[in-house]
């Protein structure tokens, strides 16, 4: 076998190996640390889809999990709350690079001076603030309207 030939073989055993069953999935978590009555929303779109929007109350999360592809995977999400979702944040809440994750867990917290970060037991950190906004029928996270 040419090394062309083994070349492609490997790069289709890692790719299925990537999507497969063997290892742990990666996993993006929300939670809504708000004040009482503040809903939160959250709209995620990955590489391949468009996750829709999700109210939390309160005190809920909204977690999804994927397993992480070799062309790098990629999820971007805005995050809405305050009346009529005034306040908002956009941006990526996972970013794979060119070594593959598996088990990875992102962790977001909504609170009412920002979004806080963190994928291990470490204290989240503020990542990004709230911004106020027109309210317009879209608003582009990544390369995709929503």
């Given at each position: 076998?040419?090394?062309?030939?083994?070349?492609?073989?490997?790069?289709?055993?890692?790719?299925?190996?990537?999507?497969?069953?063997?290892?742990?999935?990666?996993?993006?978590?929300?939670?809504?640390?708000?004040q009482?009555?503040?809903?939160?929303?959250?709209?995620?779109?990955?590489d391949?889809?468009?996750?829709?929007?999700?109210?939390?109350?309160?005190?809920?999360?909204?977690?999804?999990?994927?397993?992480?592809?070799i062309?790098?995977?990629?999820?971007?999400?805005?995050?809405?709350?305050?009346?009529?979702?005034?306040?908002?944040?956009?941006?990526?809440?996972?970013?794979?690079?060119?070594?593959?994750?598996?088990?990875?867990?992102?962790?977001?917290?909504?609170?009412?001076?920002?979004?806080?970060?963190?994928?291990?037991?470490?204290?989240?950190?503020?990542?990004?603030?709230?911004?106020?906004?027109?309210?317009?029928?879209?608003?582009?996270?990544?390369?995709?309207?929503?």
């Amino acid at each position: 076998m040419n090394r062309i030939s083994c070349f492609f073989i490997v790069i289709a055993l890692c790719a299925e190996l990537s999507n497969g069953a063997l290892f742990p999935k990666d996993s993006v978590h929300f939670n809504n640390s708000l004040q009482p009555n503040n809903i939160l929303k959250v709209h995620c779109i990955t590489d391949k889809d468009d996750l829709g929007d999700h109210l939390l109350n309160p005190g809920q999360t909204y977690d999804f999990s994927f397993h992480e592809s070799i062309f790098r995977t990629e999820v971007n999400c805005g995050l809405w709350q305050g009346p009529g979702f005034k306040y908002y944040a956009l941006f990526r809440a996972y970013d794979g690079g060119v070594i593959l994750h598996f088990g990875k867990n992102n962790f977001w917290d909504a609170r009412e001076d920002g979004i806080y970060f963190t994928h291990d037991s470490t204290p989240p950190t503020l990542k990004y603030r709230w911004a106020a906004h027109v309210l317009t029928p879209t608003h582009k996270i990544g390369n995709k309207y929503m």
